[in-house]
């Protein structure tokens, strides 16, 4: 019985001395949760004004919406966290700040392992939002589609065909690769091939063809309208026409560059200069230039001579 009363008197001190020691230590932390809870509320307070902050930065370099506020988000999350190793600093909870900081290395990098790809599109969509590489209703050539950009989203870019069909392209492969963009100078240059026979004035056909653009396609003002020969064709010398248009649009560049092959043609069939073409010579027999007459059969020939009659 005594050994009884003996033990039991042991676990109750035992007891009151941890108790006591709890309640020392929620004493002596008292101005500490009293501070990371000011901290803590503060922080809250100021996430706002950054996110706000942040994204009326962005807005300068950025037209995306959706770009923006991802990241004035990962902004304002990061202030977040620093805000939160802050308070467990307070607590003096540095063993637990380190191990959460781990757990969190740790799944960061799986996640990111498993998120690659989706990781890497959104990364670039920031990127080219951020350097305004092309905006919406750009007339642009990428990834061998050509058409005008319909919308730059967080994964990729959508891109309407001239046909009308919608392409999606990530925007890794968009970011990566070479594109042209013919909306930036808001003109475009065409090149117009033609040949001319061997038996034309060239220099009279360079001064006729420049002129006749000139008066009839609108061309760039201050700009050129300029011809070079550039070989000898099997049956033409064959020249290339430069000229600029004030338009990127595909329907006015198809536009003027008919107009344009309307007006050399004409104007060369007035001045007499031929365009020529391929011509096929059709040789019958083994010997060759034979006429048809003399490869057939004489009974067959003299069978079609009794039909006509």
């Not at 006749?212 to 700009?223: A, D, L, P, Y």
Request: aromatic share 10%.
């Amino acid at each position: 019985m005594q050994n009884w009363m003996q033990q039991f008197n042991n676990s109750f001190n035992n007891l009151t001395e941890k108790l006591e020691g709890w309640v020392n230590s929620i004493v002596v932390a008292v101005p500490n949760l009293i501070l990371a809870a000011i901290v803590l509320a503060i922080g809250i307070f100021l996430a706002r004004y950054v996110n706000k902050y942040v994204q009326k930065i962005i807005t300068r370099f950025s037209d995306n919406r959706s770009v923006n506020s991802l990241i004035s988000s990962v902004f304002t999350a990061v202030f977040v966290l620093m805000v939160i190793m802050i308070v467990l600093s307070i607590l003096q909870l540095d063993t637990a700040l380190q191990s959460l900081l781990a757990g969190a290395g740790v799944a960061g990098l799986a996640i990111g392992l498993a998120l690659q790809d989706p990781i890497v599109n959104l990364f670039s969509g920031i990127m080219m939002s951020t350097k305004r590489s092309f905006h919406l209703g750009d007339l642009v050539e990428s990834n061998d589609f050509f058409g005008t950009i319909k919308s730059i989203n967080l994964r990729s870019t959508v891109i309407e065909t001239l046909q009308g069909q919608e392409v999606i392209i990530p925007n890794k492969i968009t970011y990566q690769n070479p594109f042209k963009n013919y909306s930036t100078n808001n003109r475009r240059r065409i090149d117009l091939s033609c040949g001319v026979s061997y038996g034309d004035d060239l220099e009279k056909v360079r001064d006729l063809a420049i002129k006749t653009i000139e008066r009839s396609v609108t061309i760039t003002k201050g700009s050129e309208v300029e011809l070079f020969f550039n070989e000898f064709g099997s049956s033409s010398i064959n020249f290339t026409l430069l000229f600029w248009i004030d338009d990127y649009r595909q329907k006015n560049y198809l536009k003027a560059q008919s107009d344009a092959i309307i007006a050399i043609k004409k104007a060369f069939d007035e001045n007499d200069i031929m365009i020529p073409f391929p011509i096929r010579t059709l040789d019958f027999g083994i010997k060759g230039g034979e006429k048809i007459a003399d490869a057939l059969p004489r009974e067959v020939t003299a069978g079609r001579i009794n039909n006509h009659r």
